[in-house]
């Protein structure tokens, strides 16, 4: 029952654009409320199982409840009151499946529902591209697949298929290195994943795949350095980073050059400037919560009036999160990802299994994809940020020493898997 309920939510979440353009908003809508039912019932008869202090961390109660509150200055309070349920909604969902399924089912049952989503989404683009030769205009696939891309799948943009393509090749390298599945498994599901990285064409790509092989090659020495000289090896990486950030801040127009991303950055830093102006205006509140940009909502018409565009968001989900929430929801949003990227990467250093490298890895590739699209803050991206930093929080907390009080377990992270 847990692995069919995670396999649903997993793709419920990562389909959620072809399944709401193939019915409807009240279709998916319906899916997403039965789920959180079925999810629901499945917590209540569990519930000697679970803990209250470990039932999600409090830098996500924060974060939601300032979201709700923003009802009282929003500028359109049946909208905000929608787009909370819809962050309430998925967020649950991820509570559910971080309780019912430990770390590596939940790698499991994911590579499973990339695997399908991939295949299919590969499957969708010969047929539109090289054997009917026709768009399908229902799932915004052009069919561009016979010129070498850009192509959609049923992601619904070249840069969403490319991030989720990323963390399929994650997933499906985590899968191998468990030996979770064949190697007549793996090696197909990981080619899958680099065809289709390459074939979204997003200049995106190029940076979560650096982003990634640093991240991954950094916690593979830090996983091999002995204990006592692993402290000292946290910090000389962590300088390494922050200079490579200087650097890469410097030689920025020579990046985005030789990554033939000019005119997307463009677009972006006019959108960006656009955004500052009306935070300027309410600062530490923002103008309410709304997620997915609402169509005819002020700022984000008048934003999009001046731009003569159509953005559907900040195309950055901290920028988004500081023009809807305000500088104090950007702090709740960095403490929420914060703390879980540096809570995963602790108990990945120490633990031997390479499963828990997932999760840290995971969350740096959310916080890259954040800094260039708003994928983390609805549907399958923030599903995956609330379901990372549950699992950080399970591993690593404060409130392990609180159950160790009433339980008499005194909780240690050997490096053990």
Same mark, same amino acid.
């Given at each position: 029952m847990a692995r069919a309920f995670t396999l649903a939510?997993?793709?419920?979440?990562?389909?959620?654009?072809?399944?709401?353009?193939l019915t409807s908003t009240v279709t998916l809508t319906t899916v997403v409320i039965v789920l959180c039912a079925l999810g629901g019932a499945i917590l209540w008869a569990r519930r000697d199982e679970l803990s209250p202090l470990r039932l999600a961390p409090f830098s996500l109660y924060a974060f939601l409840a300032w979201a709700l509150l923003s009802l009282i200055w929003t500028t359109d309070k049946t909208e905000t009151l929608l787009g909370w349920l819809a962050l309430f909604g998925y967020a649950f969902l991820a509570l559910v499946v971080g309780h019912v399924r430990d770390t590596l089912q939940t790698v499991r049952a994911? =590579?499973? #529902?990339?695997?399908?989503?991939?295949?299919?989404?590969?499957?969708?683009?010969?047929?539109? =591209?090289?054997?009917?030769?026709?768009?399908?205009?229902?799932l915004a696939i052009e069919g561009r697949i016979a010129e070498g891309g850009p192509i959609q799948g049923v992601f619904g943009s070249r840069n969403m298929l490319g991030f989720v393509a990323v963390i399929a090749l994650i997933t499906f390298v985590i899968e191998w290195r468990t030996r979770s599945v064949t190697r007549a498994v793996a090696v197909p599901s990981i080619a899958l994943g680099a065809l289709l990285a390459f074939l979204s064409a997003s200049p995106t790509v190029v940076v979560l795949a650096t982003a990634v092989g640093v991240v991954?090659?950094?916690?593979?020495?830090?996983? +091999?350095?002995?204990? #006592?000289?692993? /402290?000292?090896?946290? @910090?000389?990486?962590?300088?390494?980073?922050?200079? *490579?950030?200087?650097?890469?801040?410097?030689?920025? +127009? &020579?990046i985005i050059a030789w990554l033939d991303a000019g005119s997307d950055f463009s677009i972006r830093a006019t959108l960006w400037n656009e955004i500052l102006?009306?935070? #300027?205006?309410?600062?530490?509140? =923002?103008? /309410? @919560?709304? =997620?997915? @940009? #609402?169509?005819?909502?002020?700022?984000?018409t008048y934003i999009n009036f001046l731009l003569d565009d159509r953005h559907? *968001?900040?195309l950055n989900a901290f920028f988004d999160v500081l023009l809807q929430l305000g500088s104090a929801g950007l702090a709740l949003f960095l403490v929420l990802g914060g703390v879980a990227v540096v809570r995963s990467w602790l108990v990945a250093s120490v633990r031997r299994s390479v499963v828990y490298a997932w999760t840290p890895i995971v969350l740096i590739t959310l916080a890259v994809d954040s800094m260039f699209e708003s994928f983390t803050l609805a549907g399958a991206g923030w599903f995956l940020l609330v379901?990372?930093?549950? &699992?950080?929080?399970? *591993? &690593?907390?404060?409130?392990e020493n609180i159950d160790a009080t009433h339980t008499g377990t005194i909780p240690t992270l050997r490096s053990q898997g």
């Open positions: 939510v997993l793709l419920a979440a990562l389909g959620s654009f072809a399944l709401e353009r994911l =590579g499973d #529902a990339l695997r399908a989503l991939l295949a299919l989404s590969l499957l969708l683009e010969i047929v539109s =591209g090289i054997l009917l030769d026709v768009p399908f205009a229902a991954t090659a950094a916690l593979t020495i830090v996983r +091999h350095a002995p204990p #006592a000289r692993r /402290g000292i090896v946290q @910090w000389t990486l962590g300088v390494l980073v922050a200079l *490579s950030l200087v650097v890469a801040f410097v030689l920025r +127009h &020579r102006d009306f935070v #300027a205006l309410k600062p530490i509140e =923002g103008w /309410g @919560w709304f =997620g997915p @940009w #609402a169509r005819g909502e002020y700022p984000f559907q *968001s900040a379901l990372c930093a549950l &699992r950080a929080g399970q *591993s &690593r907390s404060w409130r």
